[in-house]
């Protein structure tokens, strides 16, 4: 399984600002996916990071919100633009080799808005 | 509307028992399913995959998998306190771009009582 590492791995930040999550895969995947896990929920897919190319959000995320790169095969990063409160979640990076095949999970970026 | 459902819990079983957590999903087309553990304040990590009718066993692990009644199920046996955790479900959806994600339930808390 692809190994993933992920920063930082927790911020607070204040309200108005923004934060990028980068993510690093240490071998060549084919997709990247970030997800996001707030209090006591399940993971809601943000969007799905494809090389080279825009990314491709989920319904009630937007690119000015969450604007996400992916430059090679393997790095991506997540940007949470002019945070609130309702932003603090965990946010994770995710990696897949193939069509059909499991994700595998960065540890996760537990952000604070206050 | 891709829906994973499971029953959130608590469900309690004592050290030594078997844990059946159960997930139905919505998507009829869907081909592949796994199953995932997370512990708190951890990120999700993958423990079975699926993906034909019938049941696959990977040590204490068994995961069941019935696409015509849309059911996946996972049955633990000699539970063990370290099982305590949130066991996610998951499904592959084909999105409208091509690409392959997954889709998770809110997941079932277990808790193993020694």
């Known amino acids: 399984s692809a190994v993933i590492s992920q920063k930082p791995s927790r911020d607070i930040c204040q309200r108005g600002t923004s934060l990028t999550i980068q993510c690093q895969v240490d071998?060549?995947?084919?997709?990247m996916f970030w997800y996001r896990q707030q209090p006591g929920q399940s993971l809601t897919l943000i969007a799905t990071?494809?090389?080279?190319?825009?990314?491709?959000?989920e319904s009630g995320f937007v690119i000015d919100k969450f604007p996400i790169s992916r430059p090679n095969l393997t790095f991506s990063t997540l940007t949470v633009s002019n945070m609130s409160p309702e932003d603090s979640s965990i946010y994770l990076c995710?990696?897949?080799?193939?069509?059909?095949?499991?994700?595998?999970f960065g540890n996760g970026t537990r952000l604070t808005v206050t | 509307q891709k829906e994973v459902e499971q029953n959130s819990g608590p469900l309690s079983v004592p050290e030594g028992a078997i844990a059946s957590l159960n997930c139905t999903y919505s998507d009829r087309v869907s081909q592949s399913f796994f199953w995932y553990r997370q512990y708190s304040g951890k990120s999700p990590e993958l423990i079975m995959s699926?993906?034909?009718?019938g049941d696959k066993e990977d040590g204490r692990f068994t995961a069941q998998l019935n696409k015509a009644s849309q059911y996946v199920s996972l049955l633990i046996r000699d539970s063990q306190p370290s099982d305590s955790a949130t066991y996610l479900c998951a499904v592959v959806y084909l999105s409208l771009s091509g690409n392959t994600p997954l889709v998770f339930g809110k997941g079932t808390r277990l808790s193993v009582i020694a």
């Open positions: 699926i993906y034909s009718n």
């Open positions: 990071a494809n090389q080279g190319s825009e990314a491709t959000y």
């Open positions: 995710s990696a897949q080799r193939g069509n059909d095949s499991p994700l595998h």
């Open positions: 071998s060549q995947v084919t997709m």
